[in-house]
């Protein structure tokens, strides 16, 4: 099934200069990049895309890493995106994540704590409203 989802590069991604080697492991997986632009959260938007995680004891430390500094911020497009990219990117804590992922193979290792936020490079969207729902916060409606 076609489908477009969010991706992002988050702000250590970012600032360690991995967004093309993310992004060459995205389009040799078969998915296109159909839009980009590179930006700094606002604190509403960063709020708008974690509010599941709202109350979480994680969640303070996830916007302030979040808009701490750049990211980019994308729609990735193909057969099965969703699905595919998340299995691209690999388990949410570095440490589980295995060899041959985004996250297993470039993240570095996090010392977690209950409320400090896991750096993991990416973020992608975990379902089709998901997705709806994240495109919508930094793209025009139709992309
Ligand atoms: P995901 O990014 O793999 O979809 P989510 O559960 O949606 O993972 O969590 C969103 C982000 O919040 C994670 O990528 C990570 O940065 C952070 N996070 C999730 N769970 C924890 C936790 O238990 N401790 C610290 N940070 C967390
Ligand atoms: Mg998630």
Do not use: C, W
Not at 89 to 114: C, F, H, S, W, Y
Request: hydrophobic share 40%.
């Amino acid at each position: 099934m076609q489908e477009n989802t969010f991706f992002m590069i988050k702000p250590d991604g970012v600032f360690r200069g991995l967004d093309q080697a993310v992004f060459d492991r995205v389009t040799q997986s078969g998915l296109k990049i159909i839009d980009q632009k590179k930006i700094a959260l606002t604190s509403e938007q960063a709020e708008k895309l974690y509010r599941p995680h709202l109350g979480k004891p994680f969640y303070a430390g996830l916007i302030k890493f979040i808009t701490s500094g750049p990211v980019i911020v994308t729609i990735i497009s193909g057969n099965n995106a969703i699905k595919k990219l998340r299995d691209l990117m690999g388990a949410t804590d570095p440490r589980k994540a295995v060899a041959g992922t985004i996250r297993g193979d470039l993240a570095e290792e996090n010392v977690l704590t209950a409320d400090k936020t896991i750096k993991n490079i990416v973020h992608g969207s975990d379902s089709p409203e998901s997705a709806k729902r994240e495109m919508a916060i930094f793209f025009k409606e139709g992309k």
